[in-house]
């Protein structure tokens, strides 16, 4: 298989941590592609239109995207403990972890984004929007620590914990930590996974 | 249950669409709830931290989010014929074209949250992007129709279909439909659907 693929994108990132925690990532070719938001790479969009990564091109020359797609289609090729649970309420607070964790991303991403624009053409009513919002997510996942910390390892907590990381890796000035000790603490035992630091992110 | 809903947003109608399939309308109380790209609704955000729609408030008052989570919970509560196939290519065919017609919305939305800002704010690349990605996206939906057309009915469908009923309710003024005639008449037989119609948009 082969995985349009960035060292930055905290969603290619899903993709490359999930590849290690189940035995795969000898299965993946990564090739480095690059994308944003005002950019066309037009030959990722001959296999996905959106223009985005990850894009998983398997063997038969499909191509799958996005990462909650790959992810799930990942955990269906080993024999090991599945990070998706079968069914049930187990499957759904996976899930809901995982989409609050990869909104969380979303609107890192955005901010980020508006940040970076031209001096007199972003807009303040919109970072203020994405921090109150990233904010608000950060204290919500604080109060669910205890709640992910018991739950089986998952796609939700890597979606969750890759948050934290690319907090740490974009945001490096912001603490996001002292006012949320119980997520602070989770997150170090993630960041010292192996496929964690597998795949830290490189600076462009 | 409870649904934080809009009668504008696509991704909520992904779910109206879903509870009218499914049967399951009856069992949900839609609550108008106003979002924005750069507002924050503070009362939806104790329930969902990110302030999107669609938001379901279970009976247990837990918060699901987001469309796919709440559209695959959805079809665990009734017995008729699955939007999510339970396994194998077929499954992962369905949430590939479910990524498909949300990343379509996703660029509808984020295209048009650029077109309206202010004069002199706005990013001419940013359109021209958002533009390129989404025809090239219509397009490889137009080559897609055959097999699209060919497998049983499911959330791909949904997902897919209301991308083109959000062009015709926000981009009127585009032909989408003349170099795409196998997408434009199968969107023809998906907008005669009883749940498409029990959920066309409103303008404000």
Known sequence: MKLHWSPRSPFVRKVTVTLHETGLIDRVDCVDTHVGMKETNRELMRENPLSKLPTLILDDGNALFDSPVICEYLDTLHDGTKLFPAGGPERFAALRW???????????????????????????????????????????????????????????????????SYLDFRYADRDWRTSRPAFAEWHAGFAARPSVRATEPVAD
Do not use: C, M, Y
């Not at 053409?121 to 997510?137: D, G, N």
């Open 98 to 164: 995982q989409a609050l964790g990869d909104g969380l991303l979303d609107l890192l991403v955005l901010w980020r984004n508006e940040a970076i624009r031209p001096p007199g053409t972003f807009s303040p009513p919109h970072l203020a929007a994405f921090e109150a919002k990233v904010e608000a997510t950060l204290n919500r996942i604080e109060s669910e620590t205890s709640a992910l910390a018991g739950a089986p390892f998952g796609i939700g907590h890597i979606a969750i914990g890759i948050g934290g």
